[in-house]
């Protein structure tokens, strides 16, 4: 079976903090993604990364930045927490390749920013 | 700008009932259509999916319905179960850029024994 960790499943920050959000997957998969999930909002698309060291920007990247230096690991970073930065974030990772491959998502982290 | 919108937010059903959650696209280019569900405290996991040549898909208790002129597609679950309640998002995604999603909303359903 597939599995996504991730490093914390509740982390409280303080604002202007620097935040670490760390995934790992065991299944060899190329592809990796950050979400965040609000209410009302469903999952958004923060960052992928189809690649060790690439990424791409998703839909909602502003406020963060994302670091992939192995196949297996992919980091979520906010630079200075904010308020509106309060959310889950959810990891996910696929096979890749040209085919719409199944993502599996990780338990999440709900992130409270004070 | 909301590429995918799903409805309705919330939705409860006697056991044995046939919820029903739409969702409408915009994106012509999309051509693939997994719906999601998600339990309290686990991450999303994929349900069941389409592809827009095919007008309907079952597996299970679970049917995707794809209406391609109309530019829209709902999940039904006969004989639903109080287990399935759960939070469901469709999504959809395109040739290009394939392996983005694009998420609906969500649905949390409830189904009451």
């Known amino acids: 079976d597939v599995k996504v960790t991730q490093s914390s499943r509740y982390l409280v920050k303080r604002t202007g903090e620097k935040v670490f959000l760390e995934c790992v997957q065991d299944m060899d998969h190329e592809n990796m993604f950050w979400y965040r999930q609000d209410p009302g909002l469903g999952l958004r698309l923060i960052y992928f990364s189809y690649d060790v060291k690439m990424k791409e920007k998703g839909d909602i990247p502003e406020g963060y930045s994302v670091s992939r230096e192995k196949k297996e690991r992919f980091s979520l970073i906010l630079e200075s927490a904010s308020t509106n930065q309060t959310s889950m974030y959810l990891c996910?990772?696929?096979?890749?390749?040209?085919?719409?491959?199944?993502?599996?998502f990780g338990p999440g982290t709900r992130l409270l920013v004070l | 700008q909301q590429q995918v919108k799903q409805s309705p937010q919330s939705l409860i059903v006697q056991k044995g009932g046939i919820p029903i959650i739409n969702c409408a696209y915009e994106?012509?280019?999309?051509?693939?259509f997994p719906w999601y569900q998600q339990f309290p405290g686990k991450g999303p996991a994929l349900l069941i999916a389409?592809?827009?040549?095919?007008s309907e898909k079952k597996e299970g208790r679970f049917t995707i319905s794809f209406n391609k002129s109309a530019k829209q597609f709902s999940l039904h679950i006969m004989d639903s179960q109080p287990g399935d309640s759960a939070t469901y998002f469709c999504a959809a995604s395109r040739i290009q850029g394939a392996q983005k999603l694009v998420f609906g909303q969500g649905t949390r359903l409830t189904i009451n024994p």
């Open positions: 994106n012509t280019a999309f051509d693939y």
């Open positions: 996910a990772s696929s096979l890749g390749g040209a085919r719409r491959e199944t993502q599996y």
């Open positions: 389409i592809r827009p040549d095919v």
